[in-house]
């Protein structure tokens, strides 16, 4: 529909003007021919499938084509199709417009300059793409792409921290086998310091003044072996088996040698079991009972017994350790608890480093190797040890292992 067109009915045969007519109403896109001063002269039947107003509609609008248009496009149209009306050309300017019924979609709107034959300008034209479809297939791009920079980013942070751990891995492999090559060097001197040592000790009468301190020098030598044993754990590989034994009596072992030092510390150490898993028929753990495990059971009470002491030796007199054990299915789950000043933050990603100790201010309790030597036993079992720890509340070890250790797989 349109209203006199300027030129057209006067310089071309009317055939012609109805074959224009007949093509433009019949274009998918919404086509519009607008004057010199920016009334519309002309809009194709497409206009009504996009806004739902029919082309008279449209003609008799003041402000052609805004109201069609979501108001936040409309200054922003209004200054193009000013510039469109003194002669520019654009093309694919998004906006937003809206239906009758008041629901929008995303078009693209292109303009060129219209002339007649001897160059007067005719005003100019403007074609409307629906591109909803485009847009939203763009938006699914950019979520995709998003979504890909994620998991590269994820992709390239774990990268990141399995070389770190790879480098932690040779730097632990290197200051173990340092550390073992300096226990064997004391070892072998300690060894005759005790021997001569205890052959002094069985012809000094008792009665001799300072006799008491022979004790103390004969502590403080397996102070010394007790240290070279853990340095040796930094390094060696294991040597024992797995074989089948009962959680719960490997925990009670645990706390009963941890006895002298709870007792000196004057804090209690208790334990609580989870209720029994009865193992079905099937499955590589059907042969086990209901509180076996097959671990290394001289590993797993040393891993109970260092959580036991540090718990211990983190506590205040009078205040109690938790030991507590559950095995499912397919785990055995370890958790020591104590309620005492608890782990900086700063040092939680430390304290399973060789020699990194937060026991500053009591002297003789070890050299930061029980964690670390820990970390080791259990790692070695496919197991995983985590700590939580609040200062001033308290910390929390939970060690998580395989119900059954094949001795064929690699530790």
């Known amino acids: 529909m349109s209203r006199s067109l300027p030129d057209i009915p006067k310089r071309s045969e009317p055939i012609a003007a109805d074959f224009f007519r007949s093509i433009?109403?019949?274009?998918?896109?919404?086509?519009?021919?607008?004057?010199?001063?920016?009334?519309?002269?002309?809009?194709?039947?497409?206009?009504?499938?996009?806004?739902?107003?029919?082309?008279?509609?449209?003609?008799?609008?003041?402000?052609?084509?805004?109201?069609?248009m979501t108001p936040e496009h409309r200054g922003r149209i209004a200054r193009y199709f000013a510039e469109a009306a003194r002669g520019s050309t654009e093309n694919n300017i998004e906006f937003e417009c809206l239906h009758r019924d008041g629901s929008t979609s995303w078009v693209a709107v292109s303009w060129q300059p219209m002339t007649d034959s001897d160059g007067r300008s005719l005003g100019f034209r403007a074609s409307v793409r629906d591109i909803s479809e485009k847009?939203?297939?763009?938006?699914?791009?950019?979520?995709?792409?998003?979504?890909?920079?994620?998991?590269?980013?994820?992709?390239?942070?774990?990268?990141?921290?399995?070389?770190?751990?790879?480098?932690?891995?040779?730097?632990?492999?290197?200051?173990?086998?340092?550390?073992?090559?300096?226990?064997?060097?004391?070892?072998?001197?300690l060894a005759g310091i005790r021997n001569a040592f205890a052959l002094l000790k069985r012809h000094i009468p008792a009665d001799v003044k300072h006799y008491d301190k022979l004790d103390l020098i004969d502590g403080e030598i397996e102070r010394i072996s007790g240290i070279i044993h853990q340095m040796y754990q930094l390094y060696r590989p294991s040597q024992q088996r797995a074989s089948a034994f009962s959680l719960k009596q490997a925990v009670d072992v645990a706390i009963t040698l941890a006895l002298p030092l709870s007792r000196k510390a004057n804090v209690k150490v208790s334990a609580s079991f989870g209720s029994p898993v009865a193992v079905g028929a099937s499955g590589k753990n059907a042969s086990l009972g209901s509180d076996e495990v097959v671990l290394r059971e001289g590993e797993l009470k040393q891993v109970l017994l260092n959580l036991i002491h540090n718990a211990i030796q983190a506590s205040e007199a009078g205040a109690q350790v938790n030991v507590h054990a559950r095995a499912d299915a397919r785990h055995a789950i370890l958790t020591v608890t104590d309620h005492g000043h608890g782990i900086a933050k700063e040092d939680i990603e430390r304290i399973f480093d060789p020699f990194?100790?937060?026991?500053?201010?009591?002297?003789?309790?070890?050299?930061?190797?029980?964690?670390?030597?820990?970390?080791?036993?259990?790692?070695?079992?496919?197991?995983?040890?985590?700590?939580?720890?609040?200062?001033?509340?308290?910390?929390?070890?939970?060690?998580?292992?395989?119900?059954?250790?094949?001795?064929?797989?690699?530790?």
């Open 24 to 68: 433009a109403d019949c274009t998918v896109d919404w086509e519009s021919w607008l004057s010199c001063e920016g009334e519309v002269l002309w809009v194709n039947r497409a206009v009504e499938r996009f806004t739902g107003y029919s082309p008279a509609e449209c003609l008799a609008m003041k402000d052609y084509p805004l109201p069609l």
């Open 135 to 189: 847009r939203q297939m763009r938006e699914q791009l950019r979520l995709h792409n998003e979504h890909l920079e994620q998991l590269v980013q994820e992709r390239t942070a774990r990268v990141a921290e399995l070389e770190q751990h790879r480098l932690k891995m040779e730097k632990l492999a290197a200051l173990g086998e340092l550390a073992a090559g300096v226990a064997h060097e004391i070892n072998n001197p």
């Open 356 to 411: 990194f100790s937060t026991k500053t201010e009591t002297v003789g309790q070890g050299m930061g190797l029980g964690l670390s030597v820990t970390r080791g036993i259990v790692e070695a079992m496919n197991g995983t040890i985590d700590v939580t720890s609040e200062p001033g509340k308290g910390t929390e070890f939970v060690v998580r292992l395989p119900r059954r250790l094949d001795d064929d797989v690699p530790s």
